[in-house]
């Protein structure tokens, strides 16, 4: 079978970077990204659906779900567990669809332990001045929360460079399209394309 399988792409960055709208935008403009949904322990947000926003777990589910090795990856992010579904990305990708998770830095790392040839993107304001106005523009947290979010952000500048490609979200339709552009190249590095050398070294000492 010639079917290429699809790509598989991380996107994490600073609590207020808008990672969530970037996704959104991206999976509501084009058609060939599929995302994720995530088990997660943390209780539902007013507004948030079971099978749409998470699949909402208790402690006990969710550990049941690492010790069967149901997980790709999971992480404690602030007193929760979170973690992806393994059955549903991997039949995505081999029905040659693209699938985003949008996962927090720990998650990230583990995914690329586990499947190498994943592209790790990372979405940033343009500066700590901008991460902060955004969160006080946002209106659901604390000063002491904003604080509290800043201080991870400063902590986790460290990660950064783990990533395979840096986004700047100055521009929403940019971003989306930075973002567009990284996964159709994704396509083509050598790690996404074994199967077509594979093919073609085959094709070729067969002549
Ligand atoms: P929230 O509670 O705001 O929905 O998410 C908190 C953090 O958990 C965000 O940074 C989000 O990207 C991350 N997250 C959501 N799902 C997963 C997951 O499946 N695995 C990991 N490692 N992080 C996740």
Redesign the pocket.
């Known amino acids: 079978m010639n079917r290429k399988k699809g790509v598989l792409a991380v996107i994490?960055g600073f609590?207020g970077a808008g990672?969530g709208t970037v996704v959104g935008k991206l999976a509501e403009k084009y058609e060939d990204y599929v995302v994720?949904i995530?088990?997660?322990t943390?209780a539902p947000r007013e507004g948030e659906k079971e099978g749409v926003?998470?699949f909402y777990k208790t402690v006990e589910e969710f550990e049941e779900m690492i010790e069967k090795d149901e997980l790709i990856?999971?992480?404690k992010?602030?007193d929760?567990y979170?973690?992806?579904p393994r059955d549903y990305v991997i039949e995505q990708l081999y029905l040659g669809n693209d699938v985003i998770?949008?996962?927090?830095m720990?998650?990230?790392l583990?995914v690329k332990e586990r499947i190498p040839e994943v592209s790790l993107i990372f979405i940033t304001p343009p500066n700590a001045e901008a991460l902060k106005v955004r969160l006080f523009q946002r209106g659901t947290e604390t000063e002491d929360v904003i604080a509290k979010r800043m201080a991870r952000a400063k902590e986790e500048c460290a990660f950064m460079s783990s990533y395979d490609y840096i986004v700047v979200n100055d521009d929403l339709d940019t971003c989306v399209e930075e973002i567009h552009s990284i996964l159709k190249a994704a396509h083509h590095t050598k790690s996404n394309s074994k199967a077509l050398i594979e093919r073609i070294s085959q094709d070729f000492k067969s002549m």
């Open positions: 994490s609590s990672k994720s995530s088990a997660t943390r926003d998470y990856e999971y992480a992010y602030v929760n979170y973690g992806t998770l949008e996962i927090e720990q998650g990230a583990k």
